[in-house]
């Protein structure tokens, strides 16, 4: 029967006889798994030892962005206001979540996988940075001219492509988080 290893740098567990050579989420040697315990805990003990803010806090921009770009393709195809301001009050909830969320995944960064220099914690990092930028000139944007879209000019095309390259960025963040995550839930890790 296989044994399970659990790298103490990122949580990823691997089943073999043998740890990795090299972990495949966060790229720390095989010296840094150690022989996996398991061991029964309730829900409410799970919780307490085991919530992280970043896991709620990032869900946000990633469940709002989609919908912002819903509210805007049915207002373009309805011309109904309400659609559009949900968008702008929407992207508010973003860039005042994002700020959060970046810092609890610095935090999460730092305190769960020691602050390993991989790539994909930069490409997290970057991302979000873009986000929270973009965010930022979307909403002063659609501010400083509320009849934004129906308007046009070149700050209705930057309005747009402030809002879709904000899409961008959370599909991409979802990706690299999942990359993280699901990779140690797919060994059976919880």
Same mark, same amino acid.
């Not at 990795?20 to 095989?30: F, H, N, T």
């Not at 307490?48 to 709002?64: E, K, Q």
């Not at 659609?142 to 960025?169: D, F, S």
């Given at each position: 029967?296989?044994?399970? +290893?659990?790298? #103490?740098? !990122?949580?990823? $567990? @691997? %089943?073999?006889?043998?740890?990795?050579? =090299?972990?495949?989420? !966060?790229?720390?040697?095989?010296?840094? &798994?150690?022989? %996996? %315990? *398991?061991?029964?805990?309730?829900?409410?003990?799970?919780?307490?030892?085991? &919530?992280?803010?970043?896991?709620?806090?990032?869900? &946000?921009?990633?469940?709002?962005?989609? #919908?912002?770009?819903?509210?805007?393709?049915?207002?373009?195809? #309805?011309?109904?206001?309400?659609? %559009? *301001?949900?968008?702008? +009050?929407?992207?508010?909830?973003?860039?005042?979540?994002?700020?959060?969320?970046?810092?609890?995944?610095?935090?999460?960064?730092?305190? @769960?996988?020691?602050?390993?220099?991989?790539? $994909?914690?930069?490409?997290? $990092?970057?991302?979000?940075?873009?986000?929270?930028?973009?965010?930022? =000139?979307?909403?002063?944007?659609?501010?400083?001219?509320?009849?934004?879209?129906?308007?046009?000019?070149?700050? @209705?095309?930057?309005?747009?492509? !402030?809002?879709?390259?904000?899409?961008?960025?959370? =599909?991409?963040?979802?990706?690299?988080?999942?990359?993280?995550?699901?990779? *140690?839930?797919?060994?059976?890790? #919880?």
């Amino acid at each position: 029967m296989p044994r399970r +290893w659990k790298c #103490t740098v !990122c949580g990823y $567990i @691997h %089943e073999g006889e043998e740890p990795p050579e =090299v972990c495949p989420v !966060c790229g720390a040697d095989r010296s840094q &798994f150690v022989p %996996e %315990e *398991t061991e029964e805990v309730g829900l409410l003990q799970d919780l307490m030892v085991n &919530f992280r803010l970043h896991s709620v806090v990032a869900h &946000f921009p990633c469940g709002l962005m989609p #919908t912002s770009a819903l509210f805007l393709l049915l207002f373009f195809f #309805t011309g109904n206001r309400g659609l %559009e *301001t949900a968008v702008f +009050w929407l992207l508010l909830v973003v860039i005042a979540v994002a700020p959060v969320s970046l810092a609890s995944g610095i935090y999460a960064w730092q305190k @769960h996988f020691e602050g390993r220099r991989a790539s $994909i914690f930069f490409k997290k $990092i970057g991302l979000a940075l873009c986000l929270l930028l973009l965010g930022l =000139v979307a909403v002063l944007l659609r501010y400083g001219q509320p009849e934004l879209l129906a308007a046009g000019g070149w700050r @209705h095309w930057l309005y747009l492509l !402030c809002l879709g390259g904000m899409l961008g960025c959370v =599909v991409f963040l979802g990706h690299y988080g999942s990359k993280l995550v699901y990779l *140690t839930h797919s060994q059976g890790r #919880t």
